[in-house]
């Protein structure tokens, strides 16, 4: 068990440290205007943005859902069943908003026609404090496990 436990604390760092690169590329998104389109430079930025989204997403659900999954000794199960667990440990606080967290990671990860971005830029800005919140959650929680080097 105690290999599962540095597992965890490792995923909990990297964790931590992508959802501050997060924070920074929501917080100047934020700022910007698109209903005048974007310059390549602000392009750039919401590109920075979604990937960095999209890597946080599966960051938290694909490894450190599953990670305290096991700790905490639970079946695997499906992306669903690990979303919906989480929800049960208050973790998050709507497995409904996750499934949609990682539906949109999904269709980040296979949008290639530029006419679409601009709407997936805009659910990114609308589901990124709703993916923050549940990493603060899970940080707390694994730090309720007595995960002493925890963040």
């Known amino acids: 068990m105690n290999r599962w436990i540095g597992i ?3 995923d ?6 992508a959802a501050d690169v997060l924070r920074y590329s929501f917080d100047k998104c934020s700022r910007i205007d698109m209903m005048e389109g974007l310059d390549n430079e602000e392009l750039e930025s919401f590109e920075a943005l979604t ?5 946080v997403s599966d960051l938290l659900i694909q490894k450190v859902f599953r990670t305290i999954d096991v700790v905490e000794l639970e079946d695997a199960g499906t992306v669903r069943d690990r979303i ?3 929800a049960k440990k208050e973790l998050i606080s709507d497995a409904d ?3 949609g967290i990682r539906m949109l990671r999904n269709e980040i990860a296979h949008e290639y026609k530029s006419e ?3 709407v997936i830029f805009e659910k990114v800005l609308c589901m990124t404090p709703t993916l923050l919140e549940g990493i603060d959650s899970t940080i707390a929680y ?3 496990l007595n ?3 925890c963040i």
Not at 12 to 17: V, Y
Not at 51 to 55: D, H, K, L, M
Request: glycine share 0%.
């Open 147 to 149: 995960i002493e080097s």
């Open 51 to 55: 990937s960095r989204f999209a890597r």
């Open 8 to 10: 965890l604390e490792n």
């Open 97 to 99: 908003a996750f499934i």
């Open 12 to 17: 909990l760092l990297e964790l931590a440290k």
């Open 116 to 118: 679409t971005v601009y």
């Open 84 to 86: 919906n667990r989480a």
């Open 142 to 144: 694994a730090r309720n």
